[in-house]
């Protein structure tokens, strides 16, 4: 039996398009998940990127400002308290310290005093990027 060349160019883009269809779902699901941020990690990052505008703040002088970024942190944190509920007792801890120091720091801002606010807000940064070592993240 022959075939015309135009018969067998149709056959063969017929099967390679099947064969594309087989195998295109089959490596869309070997694709590994992607990890996505947890609620709790996402509050802890808030929370250190309202510090860090605290800092900034401070860094050059502005207490009012970093005053009010001091207590949007707070706000965050007392979130995260409720966000980080299932996490170890070390997230917990290092909330509790991130949030008693940053009171401290709102506390220095409204009296003027930046050093002892730059202080808190450093010990605050550290206290987050212990916590948000220990969060994990959760598969998608």
Request: charged share 10%; aromatic share 2%.
């Amino acid at each position: 039996m022959t075939r015309s060349r135009p018969a067998t160019g149709i056959l063969a883009v017929a099967v390679a398009s099947g064969a594309a269809l087989v195998i295109a779902p089959a490596a869309q699901a070997a694709v590994a998940p992607r990890l996505q941020m947890s609620a709790c990690a996402a509050d802890l990052t808030a929370a250190i990127a309202g510090n860090a505008a605290a800092i900034d703040a401070d860094s050059v002088g502005d207490t009012a400002g970093a005053r009010t970024d001091n207590l949007r942190t707070l706000v965050i944190l007392a979130g995260a308290g409720l966000t980080c509920f299932c996490q170890p007792a070390q997230v917990h801890a290092d909330i509790i310290a991130a949030a008693t120091d940053g009171i401290h720091a709102a506390v220095s801002n409204a009296i003027g005093d930046s050093a002892a606010a730059l202080n808190s807000e450093n010990a605050v940064a550290a206290a987050l990027t212990d916590a948000l070592e220990v969060v994990p993240y959760s598969e998608v």
